[in-house]
Structures are given as structure tokens and as C-alpha cells.
């Protein structure tokens, strides 16, 4: 079982800047991903961007050049740098961990409880 705690979100004007935080918690495998992924309302639930426990990391399209995604192993806490944010980066921002190196069948099976990041313009 696996426990994931968000932080960060907020609201913010277009063009300024946010640090979301996931720390994990249980049965944590030394090979694992964590992810973010976001949600707007009336839109499906889409990858942001995701980093393996050996640095890998991917980005959606839409945030490459803008958002970071990081991590630090030792507290199993991962970090997304968001800056240069729009509009339509607003959703509720969902942490997301599996082990491994690939996205399961169904997706994550482990999830936060989501943040929301409204982004005013």
C-alpha cells in the first residue's frame, strides 16, 4: 500500500509560478514512478509529466519548456516546477506512483487526493 500527500496548489495570475509537492509513503520499490496528472472539468484525466526512480522523466506537449518535474529518492517526494503558467494549465493536479518502469494496465493504482491550481488571466 502506498500513500501519497500534495501540496502546493493554488491560485495564481497567468505568467507566475508554482511548486507542487507529493511525499509517498508505505511499501515503497526501489524501482517506481511518480507522476502528475491533471483534470479539468469536462476534459479526461491527462499526464503532465512523470519521473522514474532513476531520473527519466517525460512531459506532456503542452508544459515541455515550462514545467519541471523532479524528485529526491530519500524522502520519496516528488516536485513539479511549474512556471510560465496559463490558463488552461487549471485542473486539479493528481500525484500518481507505480513501480516499475511502465504505466501499469488501467493506469496508476496509486493516487493523491488531488490538488487544484486555478490559473486567473
Known amino acids: 500500500q502506498v500513500q501519497l500527500v500534495e501540496s502546493g496548489g493554488g491560485l495564481v495570475q497567468a505568467g507566475e509560478s508554482l511548486r507542487l509537492s507529493c511525499a509517498a509513503s508505505?511499501?515503497?520499490?526501489?524501482?517506481?514512478?511518480m507522476g502528475w496528472y491533471r483534470q479539468a472539468p469536462g476534459k479526461q484525466r491527462e499526464l503532465v509529466a512523470a519521473?522514474?526512480?532513476?531520473?527519466?522523466?517525460n512531459y506532456a506537449d503542452s508544459v515541455k519548456g515550462r514545467f519541471t518535474i523532479s524528485r529526491d529518492n530519500a524522502k520519496n517526494t516528488a516536485y513539479l516546477q511549474m512556471n510560465s503558467l496559463k490558463p488552461e494549465d487549471t485542473a486539479l493536479y493528481y500525484c500518481?506512483?507505480?513501480?516499475?518502469?511502465?504505466?501499469?494496465?488501467?493506469?496508476?493504482?496509486?493516487w493523491g487526493q488531488g490538488t487544484q491550481v486555478t490559473v486567473s488571466s
Open positions: 508505505g511499501t515503497i520499490f526501489r524501482l517506481n514512478v
Open positions: 519521473i522514474t526512480s532513476g531520473g527519466s522523466t
Open positions: 500518481a506512483y507505480y513501480s516499475g518502469i511502465t504505466t501499469p494496465p488501467g493506469g496508476p493504482r496509486y
